[in-house]
């Protein structure tokens, strides 16, 4: 196929261009390399730097070419910042979404696959969380989605777009290869976070509230393997009829607690990693697992990674090899 992937430079765009390319689609990648990383693109991919926001970038992007899909990656992603500078997600992601998504339906892009977030959850009911839960978002970051999924539900029924929102849960862990990881700059995640200290990068790790409800008093995520995160993207590509429209959540749908994910860094690192146990943060629920039935009923995926083991390990491997993230 031919296919454009926006953010392909990030972490997760990244893994997944890459099992694009290796099973031989031709991929073009768009990023503006404001949070990306251009040694992070795979070389068999055509690479255009540009921002979804500059119509030349979209000129560039789509005149002349023909894309059977595109997977929408790119956007700010922190949802702390998003309470602090609303607009680069209520303006920003959203409007480049939109220009991407307008560009997509006059070139007659018989697909779209957009990058959605459990953040869209804030207050689940009931866990795991299914697709029933309401919409109900928990910072502008979750809401810019929201608003990217109303475009492309009209897309798909003005035009026919087929779409697929996917409501990732926590992505963690990295390429078995090793050659591509995580490498946000400041990073807010768990788990890197955790082998910065390890690294010798950080003295120690905040724990944010040991008395949740949980068996240990930590808060619970469901962590993602990237690979297996990656691979449920090209199943969907593939199954994605004319036409169709779906929203799934896209998480292991095991939790782990914070502290257990001290003791696997600790067990894989040899490192004593320190802790402190820090006040709880406002709005951070006790618990946050997906139920990933209906993408596994729909695509027979089945996650390969449920266990904190190999995530850790996986992402260990990357950081091992590359203590500075990628060359600037
Ligand atoms: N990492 C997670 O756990 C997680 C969880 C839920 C949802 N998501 C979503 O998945 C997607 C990828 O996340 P990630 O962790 O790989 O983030 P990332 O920051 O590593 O990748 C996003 C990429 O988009 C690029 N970008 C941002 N705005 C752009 C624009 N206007 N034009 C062109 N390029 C632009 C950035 O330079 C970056 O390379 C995001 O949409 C994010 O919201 C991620």
Known sequence: MKLLVT???????SHV????VARGDEVTVCDNLVNGHRAAVHPGARFIQGDLLHADTLRALFDGRRYDGILHFAAYTLVNESMERPWRYLRDNVLAGGNLLQAAAEHDVPRFILSSTANLYEEPQRLPISEDEPVQPGSPYGEGKHMIERMLSWMNRLQGM???SLRYFNAAGAHP????????RPETHLIPLVLQVALGQRDEITV???D???????CIRDYIHVMDLAAAHILALDALAGGELRACNLGSGHGYSVL????????ITGHAIPARIGPRRAGDPARLVADNRSLRDWLGWQPQHTALHPIIASAWNWHRQ?????PE
């Open 7 to 13: 953010g392909g430079a990030g972490y997760i765009g």
């Open 177 to 184: 290869q090793g050659h591509i990881g995580e490498d946000h």
């Open 208 to 210: 944010f509230g040991d």
């Open 162 to 164: 087929a779409g697929c």
């Open 17 to 20: 261009t890459h099992l694009l």
């Open 260 to 267: 257990e994910v001290l003791a696997s860094a600790r067990q």
């Open 212 to 218: 949740y409800a949980t068996p240990d008093g930590s």
């Open 322 to 326: 590359h203590p500075r993230g990628y």
